[in-house]
Nanobody, 114 residues
């Protein structure tokens, strides 16, 4: 089993920035692909960014140039730096860890106020 704990987020003003963190624990024997998704009220969960064990990154078009995903010094810890925030970035952000199957965190709220 793998457990994911997200932290960070909260409230931010439009144009501002914030950072999310996710730490995976449990049966995390190797570095694996980890990702961020988000879900706004009334919307489906959508992909935001991912990073492979080789630190290759992929971003959704709507966050390119504004968000940065990177790994921390602790194995299977990732961060998401979010800049130039927009009200439409308001959502619950979820961390995903993939090893044989997908594991999800509980989510952390990001609210961007105009």
């Amino acid at each position: 089993q793998v457990q994911l704990v997200e932290s960070g987020g909260g409230w931010a003003a439009a144009g501002g920035s914030t950072r999310l963190a996710c730490a995976a624990s449990g049966d995390t024997f190797n570095m694996n692909t980890m990702a961020w998704y988000r879900q706004a009220p009334g919307n489906q969960r959508e992909f935001v960014a991912s990073i492979t064990s080789a630190a290759l990154t992929t971003y959704a078009d709507f966050v390119k140039g504004r968000f940065t995903i990177f790994r921390g010094n602790v194995r299977n810890t990732i961060f998401l730096d979010m800049y130039s925030l927009k009200p439409e970035d308001t959502a619950v952000y979820y961390c995903k860890f993939t090893y044989l199957k997908d594991y999800w965190g509980q989510g952390t709220q990001v609210t961007v106020s105009s």
